[in-house]
């Protein structure tokens, strides 16, 4: 079969041919339909993530949507053919072990969640982690109805983490750079875009979710929160920010970190998507388009969520 491997650390993604691989104990082996690509795999293929992956080489991709195509022994509660998401965790494929960017992938049978045959392999594959990612920082947040929340960036997780904070009765007002996404977001229904977060500082806003993490959103956030507000961090572009410690002192302010998420999380993600509530934001490219998409991806070149489709083996 064909794969996308890390050969060697700060190289390019090579496309090799490798064995087809056999499920275990308990394991199911995924004919791989879609596979959305992430700012997680850009670090695997630089190497700042060496301590999570397993030897060279490797195939990333942690971002899974496919159809059971063997199942080995023990694995009795899916069968073949059946529409499966992969949710991402630290010891999934495309983490752990090898992911993805694959014609076929192994995975744990108890991992695995049902597709509904209303859900595009194309919608679901972002779903097990930008979708998953954001449905948990918004309930860290404690995001509900009626809650006026912000969002900073609207790219893979911003765009999906809005959607999902509107269907959940939220007043959503999102900070983007990039202006001609902010017609898109009207659509989604999101109150208002500006290009600073701060710019929401009169609407008291009671949660912003940072998406960008560019040290300098989460300090903007602090300064645009209302009283007793709390700033939710998601992205880590820059790993240190300089924010006030008086203004959090003085407005009773809360930061919490939240990374990835739940099963449950993902699970709720793709009924959102099944209902129409919530539509991904995707650029689909090609299986062999990978490796010219990790580029565009770390370039700041992407809309969205980049997701490389397959047709049926």
Not at 47 to 63: D, I, K, M, Q, Y
Not at 120 to 149: E, N
């Amino acid at each position: 079969m064909k794969a996308w491997r890390i050969t060697c650390y700060g190289h390019p993604l090579d496309l090799r041919d490798v064995p087809r691989p056999s499920p275990g104990q308990g394991q199911v082996l995924v004919d791989v339909r879609a596979a959305g690509l992430c700012h997680t795999d850009i670090s695997e293929i630089a190497g700042r993530l060496t301590v999570l992956n397993p030897p060279l080489p490797f195939t990333p991709g942690h971002e899974i949507a496919g159809v059971v195509a063997e199942l080995g022994p023990g694995a009795t509660r899916l069968h073949l053919g059946q529409r499966v998401a992969l949710p991402a965790s630290g010891s999934s494929p495309g983490i752990a072990s090898d992911g993805g960017f694959a014609e076929f992938v192994v995975a744990t049978e108890s991992d695995l969640i049902s597709i509904p045959e209303s859900v595009d392999f194309s919608d679901a594959a972002p779903a097990t982690d930008a979708g998953m990612t954001s449905m948990h920082a918004l309930r860290v947040g404690g995001v509900g109805k009626g809650t006026r929340v912000g969002v900073i960036g609207l790219g893979g997780l911003g765009s999906m983490g809005s959607q999902i904070a509107v269907a959940l009765g939220a007043e959503v007002y999102a900070a983007e750079l990039n202006e001609d996404v902010w017609e898109r977001a009207a659509g989604w229904g999101v109150r208002r875009c500006a290009r600073d977060i701060t710019e929401f500082a009169a609407e008291e806003l009671e949660v912003i979710v940072d998406f960008a993490g560019a040290g300098t959103t989460t300090s903007a956030a602090i300064e645009a929160l209302g009283h007793g507000g709390r700033v939710v961090q998601v992205g880590s572009t820059r790993h240190e920010a300089l924010i006030s410690t008086r203004t959090m002192l003085f407005k009773e302010l809360s930061l919490h970190g939240s990374q990835g998420g739940s099963r449950q999380d993902a699970l709720d993600v793709i009924d959102l998507i099944a209902r129409g509530a919530v539509i991904p934001f995707v650029t689909p490219i090609l299986f062999d388009e990978i490796g010219d998409g990790i580029d565009r991806l770390e370039g700041g070149d992407v809309r969205g969520r980049l997701v490389a489709l397959r047709s049926p083996s």
